[in-house]
């Protein structure tokens, strides 16, 4: 069982339901297409890189639940499947940590905004 966050680059959506249009768009245009991967955007590169140095992806201690995140990012869009036993504690950083650059964060099972 894993717990997921969507960390995307874009204006701020007004609100929980454009910013869940927002997430289908970019998922289904970036992530589920089956045409040529696109590299993640530097802002997002960046992003989980500063995830990865808190939370590395191999270990017994990694909260990972689909390492290497990596391979989560596609353009401007990283998504990102937690252990669910870590969920608060790491969703809390990543959240956190995509405001300090200037991302949006967004709970697709709570068709929320983390703010």
């Known amino acids: 069982m894993s717990f997921d966050l969507a960390v995307w680059d ?3 959506p007004l609100d929980d339901d454009a910013a869940g249009s927002a ?3 970019l998922y289904e245009r970036y992530l589920e297409s089956e045409e040529t991967a696109v590299p993640p955007s530097p802002r997002i590169e960046a992003y989980v890189n500063a995830l990865i140095e808190r939370y590395p992806e191999d270990g017994r201690d990694s909260p990972w639940a689909s ?3 990596t391979d989560e990012a596609s353009g401007p869009i990283v ?3 937690m ?3 870590r969920a608060e504690e790491v969703s809390e950083y990543a959240a956190s940590l995509a405001r300090e650059y200037g991302l949006i964060c967004y709970d697709p099972q709570g068709e929320t905004l983390r703010s």
């Open 79 to 81: 998504y990102l499947l």
């Open 67 to 69: 390492p290497p995140i």
């Open 83 to 85: 252990s669910y036993v």
């Open 10 to 12: 874009c204006e701020q």
């Open 23 to 25: 997430f289908d768009e």
